[in-house]
């Protein structure tokens, strides 16, 4: 049987995790926001590329490599929340942070290696 004292504790540490599950959820969002908006403006392509015209195919290019870094980082807050979800929406996690992290790697290899 459990005390109050422990009780109180699995709260604390469940609040806690809730807590900074949504922080990471959150700064997911906002980092979506700012590649959407960046993109928007058409400044993307300047911040991904140093030195890069401002052409919508460099646009593209840019967004391509920049959309997985948030997507994966608010997937990763999804799956620490995975206690108080939905069987359905604990898979859905599961198979963003998959993809994601897969489209993240792509992603670094392509910006490391081929556009130099």
């Known amino acids: 049987m459990r005390t109050q004292a422990e009780s109180r504790n699995r709260y604390v540490v469940k609040i806690l995790i809730r807590v900074i599950s949504n922080i990471i959820i959150f700064t997911g969002l906002v980092l979506l926001i700012l590649v959407l908006y960046n993109a928007a403006l058409g400044t993307l ?7 890069s015209t401002d052409s919508s195919l ?9 959309l997985p870094v948030p997507l994966h980082v608010i997937s ?14 604990v898979k859905i996690s ?4 998959i993809l994601s992290g897969c489209w993240l790697g792509i992603a670094l290899f392509i ?6």
């Open 76 to 89: 990763i807050g999804l799956l620490l929340q995975k206690k108080w979800l939905p069987h359905r929406w």
């Open 94 to 97: 599961w198979i963003a942070i």
């Open 45 to 51: 392509s300047n911040l991904v590329f140093e030195g």
């Open 58 to 66: 460099w646009n593209v290019i840019a967004i391509g490599l920049s």
């Open 111 to 116: 910006k490391l290696f081929l556009l130099k």
